[in-house]
């Protein structure tokens, strides 16, 4: 019955993730946190943490992990699986379509209309986790902002704005910071 669970859940993640992985993030915290609770919400964001890191699409990793976490080697593969079967087929469909309608104007204006809800996807996975940082929970109170995770988070995106440096070194640094900070 979990396998069953795992292969509906992270394919409903794979067919409405539009966009890519970033897009997938509200869809797998939906299935992960809120519908099964598999995981918990900083244990969710640990994963997508883990999930940006490592080589791979954030879903699939996503969807890897939280397998082995649920029901071992087999939900792994039974996730992994049902992240990517939509993927492959729609793509499938997609490209013979495109290859035969490529000269259509309507199918450029359908590409078109889904940027929107792309970054609509983005920003609010973007918001979730920042709102977790700075205020470590559910409430939003200006008593309980977490000022070391603000001052971070801006100091990171100055630094990726302004001086354009390598995401990944931020992010070392950035963990190597709230590593120094916790054990102080």
């Not at 966009?19 to 509200?26: H, K």
């Not at 996503?62 to 993927?87: D, E, M, Q």
């Not at 309507?106 to 979730?128: F, Y």
């Not at 559910?138 to 100055?158: C, E, Q, R, V």
Request: aromatic share 12%; charged share 5%; hydrophobic share 55%.
């Amino acid at each position: 019955m979990i396998y069953l669970q795992l292969l509906l859940s992270f394919m409903q993640v794979g067919l409405f993730s539009i966009g890519g992985g970033y897009a997938a993030i509200p869809l797998i915290q939906n299935q992960v946190v809120d519908t099964h609770s598999w995981l918990t919400l900083n244990e969710f964001t640990n994963l997508i943490t883990i999930a940006e890191m490592t080589p791979g699409p954030i879903a699939v990793n996503s969807a890897t992990f939280v397998g082995i976490r649920v029901a071992g080697f087999g939900g792994a593969v039974i996730s992994t699986f049902g992240c990517i079967l939509p993927s492959c087929f729609i793509v499938s469909l997609l490209a013979f379509i495109y290859y035969k309608f490529k000269g259509v104007s309507t199918i450029q204006s359908v590409l078109s209309s889904l940027r929107p809800a792309v970054v609509a996807l983005i920003a609010a996975a973007g918001l979730s986790i920042l709102q977790l940082v700075l205020f470590n929970d559910d409430s939003i109170m200006l008593k309980n902002i977490n000022w070391i995770g603000a001052a971070t988070f801006l100091t990171a995106f100055i630094i990726l704005r302004k001086w354009k440096w390598n995401p990944i070194l931020v992010m070392s640094l950035c963990g190597v910071f709230s590593l120094i900070i916790n054990l102080i």
